[in-house]
């Protein structure tokens, strides 16, 4: 009795210990992406110039790409197809059909030098990465607007602590022009 007694407590500390490791899920965990089923809500028109299949948006501005801060949150809204002449995508949901998170870890081909002399701490690296970029993809669908493919969200981080954007801080870059729902959350009307 006292070995079964030992056994269920042994089971319900360790039980116990395991969920405080594991939290639930939260959007404002770096390493929570927006899941399957997710709804990306357009609340106005975006104009996409002719010849192109993208446009950039950082803190609620659509923005040219040469303009972001890539340090900073900043998404990239894309169709499948080029057209050489102006389109409008319309206020829609399109529901989030899959996520896919990337890195790419950027660096210098060769050391840093000046006047010929190695700068010590930076230069002294042998080509390791200066920096990542953390990236979200999410794969978009709605059956009016087909030619809508997704929206990638990323930023440029140091190398010796790279993180991927939260939900948070993807909800802030794309405020007023997306709301990002997750399927858990229920839909907030005006």
């Given at each position: 009795?006292?070995?079964?007694?030992?056994?269920?407590?042994?089971?319900?500390v360790?039980?116990?210990?395991?969920?405080?490791?594991?939290?639930?899920?939260?959007?404002?965990?770096?390493?929570?992406?927006?899941?399957?089923?997710?709804?990306?809500?357009?609340?106005?028109?975006?104009?996409?110039?002719?010849?192109?299949?993208?446009?950039?948006?950082?803190?609620?501005?659509?923005?040219?790409?040469?303009?972001?801060?890539?340090?900073?949150?900043?998404?990239?809204?894309?169709?499948?197809?080029?057209?050489?002449?102006?389109r409008?995508?319309?206020?829609?949901?399109?529901?989030?059909?899959?996520?896919?998170?990337?890195?790419?870890?950027?660096?210098?081909?060769?050391?840093?030098?000046?006047?010929?002399?190695?700068?010590?701490?930076?230069?002294?690296?042998?080509?390791?990465?200066a920096?990542?970029?953390?990236?979200?993809?999410?794969?978009?669908?709605?059956?009016?607007?087909?030619?809508?493919?997704?929206?990638?969200?990323?930023?440029?981080?140091?190398?010796?602590?790279?993180?991927?954007?939260?939900?948070?801080?993807?909800?802030?870059?794309?405020?007023?022009?997306?709301?990002?729902?997750?399927?858990?959350?229920?839909?907030?009307?005006?």
């Amino acid at each position: 009795m006292v070995l079964r007694f030992l056994s269920v407590s042994l089971l319900v500390v360790i039980t116990t210990a395991c969920a405080q490791l594991f939290p639930a899920p939260s959007p404002d965990q770096p390493f929570y992406a927006p899941p399957k089923g997710s709804r990306l809500e357009l609340l106005q028109p975006i104009p996409i110039p002719g010849n192109e299949v993208s446009v950039w948006i950082q803190q609620g501005r659509v923005i040219d790409y040469q303009n972001a801060d890539r340090y900073q949150a900043f998404c990239k809204f894309e169709m499948w197809s080029k057209l050489d002449r102006p389109r409008t995508v319309q206020p829609d949901t399109f529901t989030v059909e899959r996520v896919r998170r990337m890195d790419w870890a950027v660096r210098r081909d060769e050391p840093l030098r000046l006047a010929g002399v190695g700068v010590g701490g930076v230069g002294d690296d042998v080509g390791g990465p200066a920096f990542f970029i953390m990236s979200t993809e999410m794969f978009l669908d709605s059956p009016r607007q087909p030619d809508v493919h997704r929206l990638t969200c990323q930023h440029w981080e140091d190398a010796r602590l790279p993180r991927h954007l939260t939900i948070n801080e993807m909800r802030r870059t794309l405020q007023g022009i997306f709301d990002l729902e997750l399927p858990e959350e229920p839909r907030q009307r005006d």
